[in-house]
């Protein structure tokens, strides 16, 4: 019904940058929230970013200053900006999103990308 798929992750020496994409595609409605998370090795996942349909946008501590989320409504695709990028960034990133379909009446539901990986070498 909804898929999710993200690009631009990849190695990167730390102080570099990245900007990760999540382009949503399908029989979407319409979407609210759309975020960014991140599951590094032996460790839960973590939200790093998220953003409202108005563009409200909460951080993370660890990455405030550093990583801005945007997104652009009439693609339905989210962006991650990463800069001053640290060795501890590295992580497998998730992009989510809050979809209504076509289908599915007035009710909003989670959906996930595959994953991207990104590396910081230090």
């Known amino acids: 019904q909804v898929q999710l798929v993200e690009s631009g992750g990849g190695l990167v020496q730390a102080g570099g940058s990245l900007r990760l994409s999540c382009a949503a595609s399908?029989?979407?409605?319409?979407?609210?929230?759309m975020g960014w998370y991140r599951q590094a090795p032996s460790k839960q996942r973590e939200s790093v970013a998220t953003i409202t349909r108005g563009g409200s946008t909460i951080y993370a501590d660890s990455v405030k200053g550093r990583f801005t989320i945007s997104r652009d409504n009439a693609k339905n695709t989210v962006y991650l900006q990463m800069n001053s990028l640290k060795p501890e960034d590295t992580a497998v990133y998730y992009c989510?999103?809050?979809?209504?379909?076509?289908?599915?009446?007035?009710?909003?539901?989670?959906?996930w990308g595959q994953g991207t990986q990104v590396t910081v070498s230090s």
């Open positions: 399908g029989s979407i409605f319409s979407i609210n929230g």
């Open positions: 989510n999103a809050d979809v209504r379909t076509y289908l599915s009446g007035p009710r909003y539901s989670d959906y």
